[in-house]
């Protein structure tokens, strides 16, 4: 398989919130909370991030667990990550995204420590969400 380009288009509705949608068949609206000047009616794209991470961790684990013949029987994932809102707001010395992210995955399955292990260290190699975060990526905005 070579690769795969995934599509996401969006617009502005109204004072901080944006509407993307996907493959014509989901949205996801984002705003920001008063504090940051929005209305607080949907995640802030930050947030959506850690969301992706999330989504992106618990489907990944999923396909190698199976490869590996590990029954799964639970799966919690808790993300946050360290951001200065002031990058966002203007401040030219400040980073706009985030500093660091944190990930705590809870796997139950009856098997050892060593192979829970030995799977998150598979998952976490594979996990594209994940490599996005960590790896610099060949970003090109463009005007119309």
């Keep these: 398989m070579g690769k ?3 599509k996401a288009e ?7 919130k ?6 014509d068949k989901f949205t996801i609206y984002m705003d920001e909370p008063p504090s940051l000047g929005g209305e607080d009616t949907a995640p802030n794209p930050v947030e ?3 969301s992706a991470l999330i989504g992106c961790l618990g489907i990944v684990i999923q396909v190698v667990a199976k490869e590996k013949n590990i029954p799964i029987q639970n799966v919690e994932i808790y993300t946050e990550g360290d951001l200065d809102p002031k990058g966002f707001m203007g401040d030219p010395n ?8 944190r990930v705590r995955v809870k ?5 050892d420590k060593a192979k829970i292990e030995e799977l998150m260290k598979e998952v976490e190699r594979r996990c ?16 119309e």
């Design 4 to 6: 795969v380009t995934f």
């Design 10 to 16: 969006g617009k502005w509705i109204g004072k901080l």
């Design 18 to 23: 944006v509407e993307a949608k996907i493959r």
């Design 48 to 50: 959506v991030v850690l």
């Design 94 to 101: 400040v980073r706009a995204g985030y500093d660091e992210v």
């Design 107 to 111: 796997i139950e399955a009856p098997v």
């Design 128 to 143: 594209p969400v994940s490599d996005i975060i960590k790896n610099p990526v060949n970003l090109k905005i463009s005007l």
